[in-house]
């Protein structure tokens, strides 16, 4: 669900009904993040919101709907490469 100010990773992740956990959502945001800074010369703004799972608040990146697809593709391919590398521990 995404707000009048725009779209998390979180937000993007259950739109598509995937379950957040914090490997994946650090790895997709580390990415996008870069994107984004590439393509306007800062980082994005942040918003203090509730934690995704447990207690407490936790700054979340702010990124603009247009950027919708490309994150729906970082999580696609994270979660491609998690897969074809399996548990590395």
Same mark, same amino acid.
């Given at each position: ?6 779209? *998390?990773? &979180?937000? &993007? +992740?259950?739109d ?7 490997? +994946? *959502?650090?790895a &997709?945001?580390?990415? &996008? ?9 800062? @980082?994005?703004?942040?918003? @203090? ?7 407490? *608040? ?12 490309e ?16 548990? +590395?521990?």
């Amino acid at each position: 669900m995404s707000s009048n100010r725009g779209i *998390t990773i &979180v937000d &993007v +992740l259950h739109d598509l009904r995937i379950e957040p956990t914090p490997t +994946l *959502t650090w790895a &997709v945001g580390a990415a &996008v993040r870069d994107l984004y800074e590439s393509r306007y010369g800062c @980082l994005p703004e942040k918003d @203090l919101r509730n934690k995704t799972n447990g207690p407490g *608040t936790h700054c979340f990146a702010i990124y603009p709907e247009s950027m919708r697809a490309e994150i729906v593709q970082v999580i696609h391919h994270h979660q491609t490469e998690a897969q074809r590398q399996g548990e +590395l521990f």
